[in-house]
């Protein structure tokens, strides 16, 4: 496993911080865990936050992005919002595999096989009424959206359980 290279830029929590969220649920663990990260990288996914956080870091904090865009307004959104080179040109759906997580990288693969097509009419800056219209005109997002919110506590949980499972490659646990 990788451990973090710069202990510096690791979030810290505590374990009964860890053991409250993970008893709160899955989703609490994650969003904990993610905040800290995304706090720890000066709050923006850009350049300087790769270079200050590890592989693990990255993909845990890309994962509540993806989460929170797919389960506000699916993926026309998550491109439309310029997340699409975060997810489409970085190896997060090889990192979710290899955290356990097959089904999920198979679903991005498939959103990025249409973002490849329709990419840059998503991206396209535009009206609120125009980005509205943009779902209408491109249905095939719609079984992608609607199987990620079907299995969003199935996906969520596995990253938990990672999560719990290497906790000392997310935040510096203190006691």
Known sequence: MEQLTDIHHAPCATRAELQRAAAAGPDALVRLV???TARAAGGRMDAAAFARLSAQQL???????LRGEMMEGGCVQLIHNGWADLFFRNPFARAVRGWGLADLAALVNRMRRLWLRHGDELERPC????????????????????CFVEREEEFTLGVARYVEAHAADFVTIAD
């Open 34 to 36: 993610a905040e800290r």
């Open 127 to 146: 009206t609120d009424e125009e980005f509205m219209a943009l779902y209408e005109r491109f249905p095939a997002f719609d079984a992608l959206d609607d």
């Open 59 to 65: 993909t845990l904090w890309a994962y509540d992005i």
